[in-house]
């Protein structure tokens, strides 16, 4: 084997067509192994598709109008590991990429299983990154990198998966070792194992929460698997493969990030680090461990950096000057097993001979191809209906475990039951096939009302009312539950529908996973039937969840559709969910004045020291009151003449308002006032531009009295025009309240959908659906999730 100090670390996943023809040996490569006929041709299973791991020019047709995958074009291109040494540098690329004989990766573009948001997500959860306020241009830059090493270690699994068309966590890993550095692979595959144990751990509400919150994960695992299933990875996926990759991506994504911020080449501001595309490129081609791994060639180069200079990682130096020295017995040195794992990690991705491969299979591939005990379907049968048909003709039982012990069947961990399987691959034919099999020898079995009809006449056995619903037990029920789960966070909604018109109750979690799919897939009808199941789900299954991923999705709906019918399902929703509890009402505010004077001095013009002009009429006031009433009115009396009565003119305000603000403020409250309900939105407006906190606040509380289905809009908009926080939150409680009947309303529709760029008045702009949602979200905290539930009302 090559020493590891010798070897430049070189990985090559393809050589380019130029050095194809240079290659004249009959040594078996990698790649042969792969493709040998002790396989039994399972290459021949995998058809490409939209998202293919394999470049068009490697594509095949056949007569099904799939392709399959011709997993290499220089398969006997290489001698031996030392061949990688001969390898192109970045010059030459750029020649053989311009005569088309470098052959690159798939670009994935939108193809993948990660979004923009959930990437920034991945990048903040770690708090010693300072992510800032990173542009959309630099996440999709770094998005279109990554991808390119998902698509290399996919690849890879892909390979290693052909034996049993069975995809692993092992396989994953192995894969992870082969294309990643040491250094990195460490880590991705620490996270990966953090995440596996975190689902297995979190299993007493597995139904109710998805697959990335038991895992911690920001990465959808349900999209991994979608993706590792569409992109024909292997004929089957096991869910911890999905949690592997889905993990180290997200691993993977925050340590090119945390690289980049730690380059010189990136300037900082205020200690923050300020991106740009640029320096977020030449912070890579710096970086001999990222480098090669994030080109666009099918040729993978790891151990030397853009400019060709060769280098191995800081963590194998340890291992170098122990090999050197000779030393063994310090506390710091590596033992034997892993100085030898250190030598496999630095071997090629497509290493030479057999010889050169031996202990390196033997320990990594093994492992990859571990299997726990099938049954007939779940071995055989999975993705194909005539074997699935035959099997079931047969007498096999899908029910049936993978154990069978003193009379008790169970699977090992990890392992999902046929339904799941069928149904989390999105092989619907044969779900329905495993569905249609009926159970025997159970005519045979009586019930104790049998038993004790026993003698009586005629017994007549009960028929049930409607044959499409669920006749089987508990064993049946849970399988079909956990395949619900599993088809729903894959995406695969017909499937979901399909067991849920069994009988299968909706958990929240399934239901908003249904729903997030047929809104992507723009499917209306299944969109109108979810929301009309919402009110299948119980009050005490609600969970954060709702708040954080349902309201946003279902106002999402809501904005974008604007169809009726939909309309008014959430319409119901909302209200169902604000509950039956009245909205939290407005309380006065009890604050006393510091100055007060007797209200025989009121619009007094004898000892009145300052006089405000209204609508042309004066009215006569006393500083000593209005100087302390609020800061409106100590503004106004600033910096002014020192003459014995100073003239104030007041615009935009009423008189008979402004006598009323007066009154208000020389009877030291409210008691005494009669206001009348035409003029209480402009005493409001008053009381607001003089920053009278009480008098507003008293306002607003007789607005709340006055509000009805027909003014309830123009007192919102007036509330938001003056930036009345509290009552408007009032008139959203109102509008969820009575949504049902309110959408019916044209001006509460155009409320709704017509959203002011600015508001033309002192308050904010707002949104009207994002303040409904905001609103909703607090109740629904409030009645259902909180400690001490309906503590608002």
Known sequence: LVQPFNFRWIETDERCAAMAGKGKTAARTLEDLTLDSGYGGAADSFRSSSVSLCCSDTHLSYAHGGNCWHLTESMHSRHNSLDTVNTVLAEDTEILECSGQCAKLPELEEDVPWSLGEVEGALRKDEELCVGNASREILAKLSALVSRAL???????????????????????????????????VNCITAALSALSLYNMNTGDKFSRGKSARCGLVFSVGKFFRWMVDSRVALRIHEHAAIYLSACMESLFREVFSRVQRSALVEKENGVPKFSVESLEQAINNDSELWGLLQPYQHLICGKNASGILSLPDSLNLHRDQQRAGKTGEGHAYSQAELRTIEQSLLATRVGSIAELSKFSCQEMCVGVVIGLYTAIQTFGVGNFELVSLLLERGADPLIGTTYRNGISSGPLGEMNSYSLAASHGHRNVFRKLLSQVEKDKGDVLSLEEILAEGSETVERRVPQNESTLRTGKAKLRALCEAMYHSAEHGHVDITIDIRSLGVPWTLHTWMESLRTCFVQQRRPLIQGLLKDFSCIKEDEYTEELITHGLPLMFQILRASKNEVISQQLSVIFTQCY?????????????????????????????????????????????????????????????????????????????????????????????????????????????????????????????????????CVDIYKHAKFLGALELAAFIEGYFLKNMVLLIELENFKQLLYEVPAESPGPGPSYDVLHDLERTLALRIRSIHLSTSKGSIV
């Open 151 to 185: 698509v290399r270690i996919a690849r890879e699994a892909q390979r290693l998966s052909l034996r049993y068309a069975r995809c692993t966590k092992h396989e994953i890993q192995s894969a992870i070792k082969m294309v990643l550095s040491w250094t990195i692979s």
């Open 579 to 711: 509950g039956p509890f009245p909205i939290p009402k407005l309380t006065e505010i009890k604050k006393k004045q510091t100055s007060r004077l007797d209200p025989h001095f009121l619009n007094n013009k004898e000892m009145s020291d300052v006089t405000f002009l209204v609508e042309g009429k004066p009215f006569y006031a006393h500083k000593v009151l209005l100087f302390t009433a609020s800061p409106r009115f100590k503004s106004l009396l600033s910096n002014r003449p020192a003459a014995e009565n100073t003239c104030i003119e007041i615009s935009h305000v009423k008189y008979n308002i402004f006598q009323l603000v007066m009154q208000y403020l020389y009877c030291g409250g409210t008691e005494s006032l009669h206001i009348r309900n035409t003029e209480v939105m402009e005493l409001l407006s008053a009381a607001k531009f003089f920053q009278l906190e009480a008098l507003q606040r008293h306002c607003e509380i007789i607005c709340s009295k006055n509000i009805t289905t027909d003014t």
